[in-house]
């Protein structure tokens, strides 16, 4: 099979992924507005958490695979590690907008301001614009090796940030809510708005990883069609 | 041997930016016009000039010090000298920690000049509390500086350096420069040292980590 | 109705992630079309 084709299958595949997700998405939508209670305090915004709570997840999620791949390409210098980190950057930041977005929707209704310098908050934000800007770097590079080496120091350099600023926010007063579900005694949250969120979750890792193959895919078929031109003019 | 090229690299950098001075001056005036800006940029009667002066003085540095960290590189680009240092014996290594105390010199100098003018605009009284303050200053400008010294290695190479180098730079930024700014204000109230110990291991813990991660990756920058 | 009456930002918070991640699909299946 040559690269070509082993990229197409790729992207194939990614699309079924996505198109299933996408199809999750639907399901999970119909049951958190429809069959999943109203908060009795909180009102009906309480739901966008089922939305905002996985889309920051995945993005996180991608952000850290990001970051992994950066340190694998370090060491092993595949090309391929490279394309799959950026493209991973690219879902993580897609996903983003959707976090940064959602994020003041729920917060309006809740806290009463669209947005706080909470510390959750500002450090999401600042982990897209990291990624935004490791994105630029990329776009400012010509030389895909070059590219793909400074891209993969800039990685894990982000990587060995996340910590700090996870660290930052406990010094911080907030105004996050307190964590639901990961809290070391039972989750605090009702069955029914459980199972809801957690479908939310699987769905949104679902789509990370359709998006990501396709892009990933789509990034090979990039490269190659580089080296057939490349190739026919030399 | 590699303490030495450090050494000598440092030396070069520095004799450059001291024939001109321009970068030094650039940053020197940009420091004082950030004070004042900030001073005059607030409603005197809601915010006192203490509130406001452990913010003013940390974007202050950090913005001087930002003009500062893309000259080092810069100098490299023309010439192609950059070329030279890596076809010469000195190891990646080397060529870091040189870039590094230059920038850590000229960063300094800048922020040693600048204090005393805060100290005076801002009416500030430090006398007791000066040795804890250089201490913050320091660490933080070494997380700056060195986590400065491997983007800017990266973003000589862009076309919009200038722009390129705050973009990435700033996000990590965060951690030591609230860091810094929760200790200052705790140091000017004359808060008790346990206060700021949490802020001050965190301070310590991303100066190690990052300037041991900036040095493993600069061999990556360099060798091609 | 005891609880407060904020549908709407749901409802708008249902649709931007809807449309953020409907769009960031169609960008992609566009790209894969020009690359065929």
């Known amino acids: 099979m040559t690269r070509r084709e082993r990229a197409l299958r790729t992207v194939r595949r990614g699309t079924v992924l996505t198109v299933v997700a996408l199809l999750g998405l639907v399901i999970v939508y119909v049951r958190a507005l429809m069959f999943t209670p109203i908060e009795r305090f909180q009102g009906p915004a309480q739901k966008i958490f089922y939305v905002h709570a996985p889309v920051a997840w995945a993005s996180l999620l991608a952000f850290a695979v990001c970051g992994l791949l950066s340190v694998g390409y370090l060491f092993m210098r595949d090309r391929r590690l490279d394309l799959l980190a950026m493209s991973s950057a690219e879902v993580g930041v897609a996903l983003s907008v959707a976090m940064l977005t959602t994020g003041p929707i729920w917060g309006k209704p809740i806290w009463g301001t669209w947005w706080t310098w909470d510390f959750r908050l500002s450090s999401t934000l600042f982990l897209f614009l990291l990624f935004v800007g490791y994105l630029v770097l990329r776009g400012a590079l010509a030389d895909h090796e070059v590219r793909a080496r400074y891209s993969a120091v800039l990685g894990v350099m982000a990587l060995a940030l996340v910590p700090f600023i996870h660290l930052t926010v406990y010094w911080f007063r907030t105004l996050h809510p307190a964590p639901v579900i990961m809290k070391p005694e039972a989750p605090s949250l009702p069955g029914v708005m459980l199972v809801t969120l957690l479908m939310s979750l699987a769905v949104f890792t679902l789509l990370y990883g359709g998006f990501l193959t396709v892009r990933y895919g789509l990034a090979v078929l990039e490269d190659v069609r580089l080296e057939e031109a490349a190739h026919e003019l030399s | 041997m590699t303490t030495r090229t450090a050494m000598a690299i440092a030396l070069k950098d520095l004799a450059i930016e001291w024939r001109t001075k321009t970068a030094f001056m650039s940053s020197l005036v940009f420091a004082v016009l950030v004070l004042a800006i900030l001073f005059f940029a607030r409603d005197a009667t809601a915010v006192s000039a203490f509130d406001l002066a452990p913010g003013a003085l940390w974007v202050t540095f950090t913005f001087a010090g930002m003009l500062g960290l893309n000259r080092a590189f810069l100098v490299e680009r023309e010439n192609h000298s950059l070329d030279g240092l890596r076809l010469s014996p000195a190891t990646p290594t080397a060529i870091f920690l040189g870039k590094v105390t230059g920038n850590l010199i000229f960063v300094g100098v800048v922020e040693l000049v600048s204090l005393p003018l805060f100290v005076v605009f801002y009416d500030i009284a430090i006398w007791r509390q000066v040795p804890l303050l250089l201490t913050v200053i320091a660490m933080a400008t070494v997380a700056f500086v060195a986590v400065g010294t491997v983007l800017s290695a990266m973003v000589v190479r862009t076309r919009f350096s200038e722009v390129m180098l705050p973009v990435l730079l700033l996000p990590f930024l965060v951690p030591p420069i609230v860091g810094a700014v929760q200790i200052t204000w705790r140091i000017l109230a004359e808060r008790p040292l346990a206060e700021m110990s949490g802020w001050l291991s965190l301070l310590g813990a991303f100066d190690i980590v990052f300037f041991a991660l900036a040095l493993l990756l600069f061999d990556a920058i360099i060798t091609e | ?36």
Do not use: Q
Request: aromatic content about 16%; proline content about 3%.
């Open chain 3, 1 to 36: 109705m005891n609880y407060p009456d904020n549908g709407a930002y749901m409802v708008a918070a249902y649709i931007v992630t809807a449309v953020v991640v409907v769009g960031y699909a169609a960008m992609l299946f566009y790209r894969s079309r020009k690359l065929r």
